[in-house]
Structures are given as C-alpha cells and as structure tokens.
C-alpha cells in the first residue's frame, strides 16, 4: 500500500523537487499551493504524512495546523520552512 503525502507548499519548484523525491520512493503525492487548496482537499482522501510550509499566500501553516489535525486526526504533519526559528520550531512541537 502506497504512503499518501499532502505536499502543502507555495513555491512550485519545491513542489516538484518533493514530488519527484516522493513519487520515485512509490508514494502517492497530493499537492496544496495555499490554504485555501489544502481545505478544499478535505473533501477527498485523508493523506497519511501532510509537509505542512509555514509561509503561504494566504495562511499562516501554524494557524492550518489544528484545522489539518481535526479534518485528518490520523495524519501525521511536518513542519517544512525556509524561515525557521527556534520560536517556530518549539510552537510547532506544542502544537
């Protein structure tokens, strides 16, 4: 059984590179550019693993994360960011 992945990042060269990445280890790759396409795929299949980017046009990742948990409780999110902090990596762990 394939490890469906919600790829959830703005910049479309690093949606491809991860796609690549994820489709030649034999996962199945959903990709969400913005809020917005992330809450419109609640309607389809619940990913297993969500990258979840931090900086979108129109969210804040750290504001999606509860949203992603109770839509996909058994989805398991990591936090990918080009403008990591100490403070945003401990909020993501509270979180």
Request: zero cysteines; hydrophobic letters at 45%.
């Amino acid at each position: 059984m394939k490890t469906r992945v919600m790829v959830v990042e703005d910049d479309q060269n690093i949606q491809l590179l991860l796609r690549q990445l994820l489709e030649g280890e034999g996962h199945e790759v959903l990709i969400a550019a913005d809020g917005a396409s992330v809450k419109k795929s609640f309607e389809g299949p619940q990913p297993d693993v969500v990258l979840l980017d931090l900086q979108l046009p129109d969210a804040q990742g750290m504001d999606l994360m509860p949203i992603i948990r109770q839509q996909w409780d058994e989805a398991d999110i990591i936090v990918v960011t080009g403008n990591a902090t100490i403070d945003a990596a401990v909020e993501a762990t509270k979180r």
